[in-house]
């Protein structure tokens, strides 16, 4: 017998979203300062056999966003992911994840807008990174108060200049090493194993690297979030997310492999992005300075995007009330209140930044590292749990469904489930792993001791089921 449980309500979508938007919001949340900057320690800790380590966590995320995409073709609905883990895994399960990204959210914008105060230190090395960050927190506020489509189409166009650069960077490195343009004493494939080898740090070192590496990807499941706005969810999602295996050999690959043959691994000191490091290395400042303009383009998309996802979250929260009430509030569709107070919360990015700016990125990173992960589990463990619920029948008359069942599953959560034992092992990735563990507990307390969990969210329906229409 199928259990009963809460049903999932209907999607509202209000078609602010062409498939265009939706495939370079996707392409923008994994092109960022994960990328551009954070690439740099996991460089550093791996040496070239971060490469390895990128296409590891590029298969979890495939496999995740697969799990995803098969449960929003299947059943669309507001508030995405955090609905899923509601109704396959428990009220307090959907609870604290929509909590947990919403935190991840924050976290990875705070990550960015410490790297927007290091970018900017290439042009005016003397003006506090604070500056920089309450200018950013200005553009983002703005944009984020506009309509969906607004932004979409700004998210669009921020992602076209910072896709252009990589591409840019990739063609002109190939050429540097092709035609041996470089005055460097040392480019070409014997970068990666001239100095030490190819794992320089061991295997110890190449695990080191993990947490900044899936850093890198952290956001690219705010495909769920951003689908329910897309004018055809059915078809958008599954296009958007099949691209991914392309854009992470693309994107990331391929640019570390070019940044690591053309710059020894040792020189990549994270002073500056890699990427720009490449092009003053080669004594080309004008290209440096323009892809500094880029690497910030970057950062400020992310922000965008977070505050964009983390906002439609919380407001889905709220209007369930699983969130405080006020959040619930919306302007032509703008989750208005929710954004105002992300933005207010991501004032604490100033203060890190004055206390303690030398370590503040790796703290935020590792951060939102624990914070992402933690929900590409439950995203995992809620696609493993609708699967059980469901007839070979049913699975069989689905559109879209996962690749490498079960065991691309299983390999993804066993890859996250080891992460997190990487992050109990070493001990700067401690703390973060007790303030993660801690705000976890505390989301499951206030669940109960709030009476959340009376909440009757719908009507009860079985799952497998098509969509069941909620009254409002």
């Not at 490091?277 to 080669?282: D, M």
């Not at 009860?460 to 098509?466: R, T, Y």
């Amino acid at each position: 017998m199928v259990k009963k449980l809460p049903a999932l309500p209907e999607a509202k979508t209000r078609g602010g979203f062409s498939a265009r938007h939706l495939h370079f919001i996707a392409l923008g949340s994994a092109v960022g300062t994960g990328l551009f900057y954070g690439s740099a320690g996991a460089i550093q800790a791996a040496g070239p056999s971060v490469l390895l380590v990128y296409l590891l966590g590029g298969a979890v995320v495939y496999f995740m966003l697969r799990a995803l995409g098969e449960m929003a073709v299947h059943h669309p609905v507001t508030g995405s992911f955090a609905e899923y883990t509601r109704a396959h895994l428990g009220g307090a399960a959907g609870y604290l994840t929509g909590w947990m990204f919403a935190f991840e959210m924050v976290i990875v914008a705070l990550a960015d807008l410490t790297a927007i105060g290091i970018y900017m230190g290439f042009w005016f090395p003397d003006v506090s990174r604070w500056v920089w960050i309450l200018v950013a927190l200005l553009i983002v506020g703005a944009a984020n108060l506009m309509s969906a489509k607004v932004f979409g189409e700004l998210e669009f166009w921020f992602t076209v200049v910072k896709v252009a650069a990589v591409i840019a960077m990739i063609v002109a490195g190939a050429a540097v090493l092709a035609f041996g343009l470089s005055g460097l004493d040392s480019t070409g494939p014997q970068n990666l194993v001239n100095d030490g080898g190819f794992f320089p740090n061991g295997v110890g070192g190449m695990v080191s690297s993990f947490i900044l590496v899936l850093f890198a990807f952290g956001g690219t499941e705010i495909i769920g979030v951003v689908g329910t706005e897309a004018r055809e969810p059915d078809k958008a999602v599954p296009k958007a997310i099949n691209t991914v295996p392309v854009r992470i050999l693309l994107f990331y690959v391929l640019s570390i492999l070019v940044i690591l043959m053309i710059n020894p691994w040792r020189t990549v000191t994270g002073e500056e992005s890699p990427f720009v490091q490449i092009f003053s290395a080669l004594g080309v400042n004008w290209a440096a300075g323009l892809l500094n303009v880029v690497v910030i383009t970057a950062a400020l998309s992310a922000i965008n995007a977070d505050v964009f996802a983390a906002g439609r979250i919380l407001t889905g929260l709220a209007k369930q009330q699983l969130a405080p009430k006020i959040m619930a509030r919306t302007v032509r569709g703008v989750p208005a209140m929710s954004t105002v107070i992300l933005l207010a919360v991501l004032t604490v990015g100033l203060v890190l930044n004055v206390v303690i700016p030398e370590s503040v990125f790796e703290l935020v990173a590792s951060l939102a590292t624990f914070a992402t992960i933690f929900v590409w589990l439950m995203i995992l463990l809620a696609h493993i749990a609708s699967r059980r619920r469901m007839s070979d029948a049913q699975v069989q008359q689905m559109s879209y469904t996962v690749t490498l069942w079960p065991y691309g599953q299983y390999f993804a959560v066993a890859f996250i489930l080891f992460t997190f034992g990487i992050m109990a092992w070493q001990p700067a990735f401690r703390p973060a792993l007790a303030v993660g563990v801690i705000f976890s507990v505390v989301c499951v307390v206030l669940y109960y001791l709030t009476g959340r969990n009376k909440v009757e969210a719908g009507t009860v329906a079985e799952l497998g089921s098509p969509p069941v229409k909620a009254d409002e």
